[in-house]
């Protein structure tokens, strides 16, 4: 009836092989302290390995992995910062040295500063879709809400960027709305 | 520049790329954590204990001791058990979700049934449980909870009172941007304000604290060791729209209003800035207290803004 421990083991190894670089990446760019991350990647893929046999297949679990993550870390941002054996031995191989040397992004620009000035929602809503490259219906899955709802939410969070950088935005929009996705 | 969409220069904001956050953490990492997530049990929560930042290496060499005796799951299950009254989260399961949210009225099943509204307006009879780790889980009253969970009525309000009002942005460690010595008196001045006698403050990374543009904003409060530990967070935890309704709100704390009329202000205060609840760009939990002569209102910031107002019904 179902499947063995091994072929579940392989068909999870696939999984994560596809999936570790964009939740590092997902973990990385939300997450300041590398402790934070690291606890939020092995958050994430202990989750998945526990719901694997009820969690989507294809091409609807990248983006349901990114609304474990979202989860996982708003439940740090929240004040639960949990300290495991497993995130600790992730962190442990963490290259802090190389971390120090990546160039920071620009924080003087127009639309840093209105990205900046945005609410922590709008700012997940965004760059779900800029950093992520989620779809509208990738989106939906990712917030466990409905097209209509993500496309609104994102719609709402596009007009307040648009607003931030009103004194700019037509270097950017030309004054007409972009498809972002 | 003009031919391209903002979204196209957001992706320039990320500060990190999946191929080097990948990196950083290193190939034996990425085999490391494969083989230790596949060890765990299958389709089973096992679930990691909160453990304070500041017991890291205590932590970790416990686990590492764990490891060596049993190698499976149970190693990264940690340490340092307060009782589950004593601690101010709740892990509420909603539809086979687990969420943590922060207690709030100290009835941890009343705490999770105001989530389970929020999502689908209503909540099915809930209870709550001590779990094995010493945490609060709350499930549905038709879930059998396992073996060995016991319920668990209340959670030490007067913790919960504690824990907000350090997190707080409108009068707490998230006001402004504190030295540790200043972060320290205020801590002092909540505990006794709550009523904790023969508690500690310490700071971690006490030389960097005092240093001009670091903030001390973070804090560790640990019921069992009586103790809170101050740390360093660089800067402000909450910014923009959060500050400007903790100026806002400020005044309000000032003065002693009753329960409903401290909501209707907070709500109005809120309202101005263009956030609603019902988009969830804010939380506000009520909870009545008797006990008190003049409502008090705190304010949290992580994923959305918490407002918490506490205070007699009239």
């Known amino acids: 009836m179902g499947e063995g421990v091994a072929e579940r083991r392989e068909r999870f190894e696939v999984a994560y092989r596809e999936l570790y670089e964009p939740i590092c990446g997902y973990a990385l760019r939300r997450v300041r302290e590398p402790e934070d991350a690291a606890e939020a990647i092995a958050e994430t893929f202990a989750t998945l390995w526990r719901r694997f046999d009820r969690c989507p297949r294809g091409a609807e679990l990248r983006p349901w992995l990114f609304g474990v993550a979202r989860r996982v870390i708003a439940n740090q941002r929240r004040g639960e910062r949990r300290r495991t054996a497993l995130g600790q031995r992730l962190v442990e191989s963490f290259d802090q040295a190389a971390f120090d040397l990546l160039e920071p992004a620009p924080e003087t620009n127009e639309l840093a500063r209105a990205f900046a000035s945005l609410s922590e929602s709008d700012r997940e809503l965004l760059s779900l879709v800029a950093w992520e490259g989620l779809t509208r219906e990738e989106l939906a899955v990712a917030l466990g809400t409905s097209r209509a709802a993500a496309r609104l939410r994102l719609h709402r969070a596009r007009r307040r960027l648009r607003d931030a950088l009103a004194p700019t935005q037509n270097r950017f929009s030309g004054g007409a709305e972009h498809e972002w996705t | ?314």
Request: net charge neutral.
């Open chain 2, 1 to 314: 520049m003009s031919g391209r969409s903002p979204v196209d220069s957001l992706r320039g904001l990320a500060p990190v790329s999946d191929v080097e956050a990948a990196a950083l953490f290193g190939a034996a990492g990425c085999e490391e954590l494969l083989a230790e997530v596949t060890r765990l049990p299958f389709g089973r929560r096992a679930r990691s204990r909160h453990a304070p930042r500041r017991r890291r290496r205590l932590v970790l060499a416990i686990a590492v001791v764990a490891l060596a005796v049993t190698a499976t799951a149970a190693t990264w299950v940690v340490l340092n058990r307060a009782p589950a009254r004593e601690t101010t989260s709740v892990e509420c399961v909603i539809k086979g979700v687990d969420t943590i949210i922060p207690s709030t009225s100290g009835d941890p099943a009343h705490d999770c049934a105001v989530e389970w509204r929020r999502e689908f307006g209503s909540a099915p009879p809930l209870v709550a449980y001590a779990n094995e780790l010493g945490s609060v889980t709350v499930l549905p009253r038709s879930a059998t909870p396992p073996a060995g969970w016991r319920t668990i009525h209340s959670q030490d309000v007067a913790l919960i009172e504690l824990q907000d009002s350090l997190d707080d942005v409108i009068n707490g460690l998230n006001s402004s941007c504190l030295t540790s010595t200043a972060a320290t008196k205020l801590a002092e001045t909540k505990l006794a304000k709550f009523g904790f006698t023969g508690w500690t403050v310490s700071v971690r990374d006490q030389q960097d604290t005092n240093t001009p543009g670091s903030c001390t904003s973070m804090e560790v409060v640990d019921p069992v060791a009586r103790s809170i530990t101050l740390i360093a967070g660089g800067g402000l935890s909450a910014g923009g729209v959060s500050l400007e309704l903790a100026d806002r709100l400020r005044p309000l704390t000032r003065s002693c209003e009753s329960l409903p009329a401290a909501v209707a202000s907070v709500r109005a205060a809120a309202g101005n800035l263009g956030l609603s609840e019902s988009a969830r760009t804010y939380d506000l939990n009520a909870v009545t207290d008797n006990s008190l002569r003049c409502a008090s209102i705190y304010e949290t910031v992580g994923g959305t803004i918490f407002l918490t107002v506490r205070g007699p019904s009239r």
